[in-house]
């Protein structure tokens, strides 16, 4: 599995957050929460969907453990905080760069695909985690228990000589 290494600028998200940690999840429920109003969103980028995990500020994501809390979003990319649904948040994801990896299969074997991630790719690369936003995209027919699903996996990089 090899990425796509790719500078991205900042992006405007509009969609809804919710503070959680891997232990205590409540990715379900967000996304329950957001798909039936994410047609009232104007301005939209495409039509993909984001699976955002923001971490606290001056976090160092190497005491990443299943209890470190984080804010999930579940959001659209758009051009223009204009005309904000009322129920909706906005956010602004600082850009940088990123490795970007395909998972392939059910969202229940997504932690093999980020498992190889963190302990084969990143240990072997020029690169390591930076803290920043770390996103999935896929599109509105995506179906997480669909065993021939695909997911971009977006993680936050920077050259080992950056630190």
Request: overall charge negative; proline content about 6%; cysteine-free.
């Given at each position: ?25 409540s990715t379900k429920e967000l996304w329950q929460s957001f798909m039936p109003h994410r047609k009232a969103i104007s301005h939209r980028v495409d039509e ?73 790719w990143m240990l072997a690369s020029e690169y390591k985690l930076d803290n920043r936003e770390h996103f999935e995209r896929f599109d509105e027919h995506y ?21």
């Amino acid at each position: 599995m090899k990425p796509e290494i790719v500078s991205l600028q900042a992006k405007k998200f509009i969609g809804k957050s919710r503070r959680m940690t891997l232990v205590e999840d409540s990715t379900k429920e967000l996304w329950q929460s957001f798909m039936p109003h994410r047609k009232a969103i104007s301005h939209r980028v495409d039509e993909k969907l984001y699976n955002m995990k923001v971490f606290e500020p001056g976090f160092d994501v190497k005491q990443l453990t299943p209890s470190t809390p984080f804010e999930k979003w579940a959001a659209v990319e758009v051009k223009s905080f204009e005309d904000k649904p009322v129920a909706m948040d906005t956010y602004t994801m600082k850009g940088g760069l990123y490795a970007k990896f395909l998972h392939h299969g059910p969202a229940s074997t997504f932690h093999e695909t980020l498992e190889y991630i963190h302990t084969e790719w990143m240990l072997a690369s020029e690169y390591k985690l930076d803290n920043r936003e770390h996103f999935e995209r896929f599109d509105e027919h995506y179906n997480p228990s669909d065993p021939n699903a695909v997911e971009e996996v977006w993680i936050p990089i920077k050259r080992g000589t950056d630190l």
